[in-house]
């Protein structure tokens, strides 16, 4: 079994109350993909220094954001782990080279839990959670993606799960001011989608420079690097299929992908 690798927007926690086309998105390019045996997510609401893998049994909702409707704390998703799995991640991890380190008490922050509700509402999967170093960088996360690729053979599903534009900034001002427009809201995940068709490596590892707007659309990027993840598993050259697009929350674009590598 040969498995794309996804890139899947999370939204602001509100989403798992008002999922949307962009859930429904979701809920389709699950019911197509053949049932994984576990499902390997990098959130950017996971940091940390080393690559660590999330090997518990069974993992906590962790809701970790505060002032929103009440009935979002209520909200548990109980998925499993599994160990045995996750030890062939961390051995493909190290095999590659990389330093990683083991979290047994580590559960799904909203950015794991919330596109895997709409994927596997029955959580039904083993999910294995995955930290992201985003002081490396767009590079960093392209090559933490790359030293997972082995596993898309042998059932493991990678899902980087973030959003396409993200400034908190600018959701408070067009919060304030009803019918504020920004133009990078366009012109970003369009020139992101063109240089993914394009299997343009080197302008997305130099989009900083390259994109429209870019420092805009993400005044830090950690919940861009998550994409990155997920085409540096795809292989090289990878073709991409644009799951959704839209806006969510004034300003989050709510791009999906899924990389397929063509080796």
Request: glycine letters at 8%.
């Amino acid at each position: 079994m040969n498995l794309p690798s996804l890139f899947l927007p999370h939204g602001a926690p509100t989403f798992a109350l008002r999922p949307g086309a962009a859930g429904l998105a979701m809920s389709r390019i699950a019911a197509r993909l053949p049932r994984p045996r576990a499902v390997v997510i990098v959130s950017p609401h996971w940091e940390t220094r080393t690559p660590t893998i999330g090997t518990g049994e069974r993992l906590e909702t962790i809701h970790d954001f505060y002032g929103f409707p009440a009935e979002l704390y209520d909200i548990q998703y109980p998925a499993t782990g599994c160990p045995e799995a996750a030890a062939e991640v961390v051995d493909t991890l190290r095999n590659s080279g990389l330093a990683v380190d083991e979290s047994r008490a580590r559960g799904l922050d909203h950015g794991a839990w919330v596109p895997l509700r709409q994927m596997y509402p029955d959580a039904d999967v083993p999910v294995i959670p995955l930290s992201l170093q985003s002081h490396l960088g767009v590079t960093g996360a392209y090559r933490l993606g790359q030293a997972l690729a082995p596993l898309r053979t042998q059932g493991f599903l990678i899902i980087g799960s973030g959003n396409i534009t993200h400034n908190l900034g600018d959701y408070h001002i067009a919060s304030a001011q009803p019918g504020a427009s920004f133009d990078y809201l366009r012109a970003f995940p369009q020139w992101m989608t063109e240089q993914l068709q394009q299997q343009n490596i080197t302008s997305l590892l130099d989009y900083r420079q390259r994109a429209p707007q870019a420092a805009r659309a993400h005044p830090t990027d950690e919940h861009l690097q998550p994409l990155y993840v997920a085409l540096g598993a795809a292989g090289e050259r990878p073709a991409v299929e644009h799951l959704h697009t839209g806006i969510s929350d004034y300003v989050l674009a709510m791009d999906a992908y899924a990389f397929t590598s063509q080796h």
